[in-house]
């Protein structure tokens, strides 16, 4: 019985999510073409299956027979390496994400989670950290002027963002008093959910999750238009598709735990505890589920609705707006908490009208600070040793 | 022959044959990768030890920010190959050897004090296993006990930053 539980059932729920993880990619690459096609009112891939549905199966056989192609400048161990450099983070933090609550198997309590470990929060920031090197390593070992300027882009940006990433949560686990995301979401279940009570840190927090998985509108690290295809600019075949993979993973995983931390995680106003053990457990997991499945589908409304940013512009916002309302929610979540003794409808209100006050005036000292200079110095020389040795 | 052991020693080879591959690589950037690789086979061993928190602190800070810096200053200084005989060359390389003969003297007296006393073998086990230090404890310590000196190098690293900032535009200035 010792068995069953220690290794059995790990490994089953290990294989299951990482086959949901590889499974929802392949349904996430069908439905942004299908979405895209719909919202910019064309059909999409609809020949391959019903619907197109096994379009992504076509193009995944497509990517493992291409020529496995190397190119001849590249710095061969690093151009191999990087794209699983990107993969592996990729799909490693959905460990502890929680899918659910828990259903009753074979007289077994078998929660709906990889491993609920008791910094879980941390983790997700720790290896969501490392998922920069794939990108920069990638970039270098490519050998190529795009490819490097793509990464040291995309680089600067996942530091910046990472930074608004891990403080708008700071709010969220004061409430909650815990840093396990299991731990979170049955906080929220039994209360109210967070994007509520830190509306302005929520907002933060997903526009920093864009940031971070390289999506429009901050997808300058692979602007087509200026830098050919970016990091990815030298790679075919299946390294890119594991470039590809890795950025719906991200996508996905991103979803996930936001819906845990912010949106309630697999509680919906008591529908979670419906049915018996089992079947409330099953019903927890479908909720969850749709969460996700809604949070992407906004990814993708959010593609073909927001031009991209431009380079100067997302530094401003990722560090003149953004850090602040992060920093703000710290400090009014733990003030109120303390003044309104754990209201969480004064905390609630009292977050967004202090974003609103650090928003007005960041904006304000912007304008202030654009009318004064009278003409815009663009001569900027921009100097990259690296770049020079390249050629 | 426990899962802790086994992990152990992969956690532990790993971390030693990063470290061995940081000052072996001819290449900086594969000497920072192999730094990268040595930091998360030590975090690896906190885990074991029941340390999860600095485990992780230890992932987002070395592995996840500061060789992030290492690896941009290289690559936009692009540091060609360097070869351990070029760069030990004279005082240098005296220098190098009595630091090396000193660490491996400390290593040494550290591994026999540790082996010839039976109970601290016992005790740094049972340490392990009691103290599972969890996060709450650590905020705790961090946020009462020691809320001194937490906010004090809280300011210091302020200072620094704001000195960066001051120094670089002063630079800035001059060149204008």
Redesign the interface.
């Known amino acids: 019985m010792n068995l069953l539980i220690d290794i059995v059932i790990p490994i089953v729920k290990i294989l299951i999510i990482a086959h949901m993880l590889i499974i929802g990619v392949m349904v996430m690459i069908w439905s942004e073409r299908r979405v895209s096609g719909w919202i910019q009112d064309r059909l999409g891939p609809n020949r391959v299956g019903p619907q197109g549905l096994l379009q992504p199966i076509a193009d995944g056989i497509k990517f493992l027979f291409k020529e496995d192609l190397i190119p001849n400048h590249v ?1 061969k161990p ?1 151009y191999v390496l990087a794209p699983a450099m990107l993969l592996v983070p990729a799909m490693i933090t959905v460990a502890v994400v929680p899918f659910g609550s828990s259903i009753q198997l074979f007289g077994e309590t078998i929660i709906l989670q990889i491993a609920d ?3 879980g929060v ?2 997700i ?3 969501t ?2 998922g ?2 794939g990108v ?2 990638g970039a ?1 070992a490519s050998n190529n002027k795009y490819s ?1 300027l793509g990464g ?1 882009r995309s ?1 600067a940006q996942m ?1 910046s963002y990472e930074l608004t990433l891990g403080l708008s949560i700071i709010g969220v686990l004061m409430l909650s008093e815990s ?1 396990s995301l299991r731990q979170i979401a049955i906080t929220q279940g039994e209360g109210v959910w967070n994007c509520f009570i830190h509306l302005p840190a929520f907002l933060a927090f997903t526009t920093a999750m864009y940031a971070e998985t390289n999506r429009l509108p901050f997808d300058l690290a692979e602007a087509e238009q200026e830098l050919v295809a970016g990091y990815h600019t030298e790679y075919s075949s299946m390294k890119f598709a594991m470039f590809f993979m890795a950025e719906y993973m991200n996508m996905i995983v991103g979803s996930a735990v936001t819906v845990t931390l912010f949106l309630g995680g697999w509680h919906f106003f008591g529908l979670e505890n419906m049915g018996g053990p089992l079947w409330s457990g099953l019903i927890s997991f479908a909720i969850f589920f749709v969460k996700t499945a809604i949070f992407l589908f906004v990814f993708i409304w959010v593609r073909w609705t927001l031009p991209r940013f431009r380079y100067d512009q997302l530094m401003n916002f990722g560090w003149k707006f953004l850090l602040p309302v992060a920093l703000t929610s710290i400090v009014v979540t733990g003030t109120l908490w303390i003044i309104a003794d754990g209201s969480l409808l004064w905390i609630g209100i009292g977050n967004v009208i202090a974003a609103f006050i650090v928003i007005s005036i960041v904006a304000g000292i912007f304008m202030v600070d654009n009318s004064k200079k009278t003409t815009v110095d663009n001569t900027v020389e921009v100097s ?3 770049l ?2 390249i050629e | 022959m426990t899962a802790e052991h086994i992990f152990f020693f992969i956690f532990g080879g790993v971390s030693l044959i990063g470290a061995i591959s940081v000052i072996s690589f001819r290449h900086p ?2 000497s920072a ?1 192999a730094l ?1 690789v040595t930091f998360f086979a030590q975090a690896g061993l906190f885990v074991l030890l029941g340390a ?2 600095v ?3 230890q ?2 800070v070395y ?3 500061i060789m ?1 810096l290492f ?2 200053v290289i ?4 540091l060609g190959t360097l070869s351990l005989k070029g760069a030990l060359s004279g005082k240098l390389k005296g220098v190098a050897i009595l630091l090396g003969i000193l660490l491996a003297i400390e290593g040494i007296y550290i591994a026999v004090t540790t082996l010839n006393n039976p109970n601290t073998a016992v005790a740094s086990s049972e340490v392990a296993a009691d103290t599972s230090y ?2 709450e404890e650590i905020g705790e310590l961090l946020f009462k006990d020691y809320l001194l000196p937490f906010e004090v190098t809280s300011l210091i690293l302020l200072a620094a930053l704001i000195g960066v900032i001051v120094l670089v535009k002063r630079g800035n200035q001059q060149e204008n």
């Open positions: 710095d690093l470990i008791n910094i941390l983790y920031l720790a290896i950290s490392l920069v090197y920069v390593i270098w490097l040291l680089s530091i840093l990259l040793p690296g020079d040795a | 950037i594969y990768l990268i999860h928190f485990a992780a602190v992932v987002i592995a996840g920010a992030v690896l941009f690559m936009l200084l692009n969890s996060i």
